[in-house]
């Protein structure tokens, strides 16, 4: 039987990941008060939330939100950690503190609809962000502008260029059989 403290954490929760692209699951068994306490600040300085539900309150969350891949791996103690904004932030956080002490161990990911193991979510994490990876791509299709530019700045004056050569040319060509004079 739902208690009202379950359905309203049940509730919370599905509003809290209704628009997220990337949920993280992640065992924090073994983890100090104090280790766990420096990964949720970590979180909350990235803007990525870090939440201890029930597996089987998350489940039924992720469930009402088509998400069912996830399912074998709500076992045990289970962190859910996601961000609004960025959903790679917390394969890098998670990623980085497991490199420093040893956990949490995630234990999978849904990104953008798509199931990714541990390692695949080691993979993800060692990529730069999108923002940065889009930056990239555009300075690749600016990078030869400057050099365009500069060919069709030549062949536009070059026409002006030859004009002031021959015009040079006449003028020392007149000046010349004068001073033979």
Known sequence: MATPQKIEILRDTQERIRDVRGLYLADFSGMSVEKLSLL?????????????????????????????ELDPFLEGPTGLVFS????????KILADFARE???PRIKAAVVDGRLFDEKAIAVLAMLPSREVLLSQVLSIFIAPMPQFLA?????????????????????????????NL
């Open 151 to 179: 060919v069709i700045d030549a062949t536009l004056r070059l026409p002006a260029v030859m004009a002031d050569v021959l015009a040079k040319e006449k003028q020392k060509q007149i000046q010349e059989p004068s001073s």
């Open 84 to 91: 609004p904004g960025n959903e790679m932030s917390p394969a």
């Open 40 to 68: 949720r600040k970590r979180c909350r300085e990235q803007k990525v939330q870090f939440r201890v539900i029930k597996n089987t309150l998350l489940k039924r969350a992720f469930n009402d939100r088509g998400i069912t």
């Open 101 to 103: 002490h040893e956990r």
